[in-house]
């Protein structure tokens, strides 16, 4: 492991506790089957989903990618604070919890993903995200960052959404991590938008409250040194789960601005709403942000 890498302080034991109502073994085991059905319908049907156009090829993955959290008994609901962009590149910048960060995304802002080589090696997951087109990175070897830098920049040129997890590791929702700002110079270099993108879980308790701080993910959780098998069997078993998804208003790439000062604005939008980080620019858009002009539940 490269001593460059970010790493969480994070860990199954200590972050990935349910404290709330535990689903039965059988409903779980079934549940789990489904979920995995669909994952695997998914990954069959990608060589023909991609033999459509762009249109009808995203609203079909938006519909699948809807339908896993809630195979896996999550509950989901999406709050669209601007318009998504109409056309041009766009780099989609979120927190990383779960391995249902994902679907979550690709429900709401399908691309293509950026990810850790390691995850090509995933059963199910891995041969989906290779299918889907996400542009993988080997992450332990830092020569080979200005090549991943340059691979998202002509994809962002080509029109391509492309969606990043730049704070480089999970996080149990409780904190988070600085974002790395490599993936940041992509969007500088191809004049690419940056939209930035809250993900946070909970359950139907904490559903509808106000939380000042975001609330630990819990179960879904899936940080350290977690086996997948092991979180999918966590998630199932919990019941109760809920996903929020914030598609916060876009930040233009522009100006005076470096890497670094892009990443440090788009991490105050999605991890630290009303906190002292934002810059002017930022600020007008946050505040729109807290009058959300639509709210959909899955």
Known sequence: MSLWLPVAPCTPARCARHTGAVRAALPAALMLLAGCGLVMLGVACVPLVRLLGPAPRHRLTRRWARAVPRAFGVRVTVRRHAPETATGGELVVANHISWLDIPLIASVLPGRMVAKSEIRRWPLLGPLAALGGTLFIERD??????????????????????????????????????????????????????????????????????????????????????????????????????????????????????????????????????????????????????????????
Request: with cysteine; aromatic share 4%.
């Open 141 to 298: 070897r830092l020569r080979a960052l200005p090549a991943a830098v340059r691979a998202v920049a002509v994809a962002l040129r080509s029109g391509s959404r492309v969606v990043v997890f730049p704070e480089g590791s999970t996080w149990c929702g409780r904190d988070g991590g600085a974002f790395r700002p490599a993936v940041f110079q992509a969007a500088i270099d191809a004049g690419a938008t940056v939209r930035p993108v809250r993900i946070a879980y909970g359950t139907v308790e904490h559903h509808t409250a106000e939380h000042r701080s975001p609330p630990a993910a819990g179960a879904v959780a899936f940080v350290g040194t977690d086996p997948l098998a092991v979180s999918l069997w966590r998630v199932v078993r919990a019941a109760g789960l809920t996903a929020r998804i914030d598609v916060l208003a876009p930040i233009p790439v522009g100006g005076e601005d470096g890497r670094r000062a892009l990443a440090r604005r788009a991490r105050a939008a999605v991890l630290e709403p009303g906190g002292v980080l934002r810059s002017r620019q930022t600020a007008v858009a946050s505040d729109r942000a807290n009058r959300p002009a639509e709210s959909v539940h899955h």
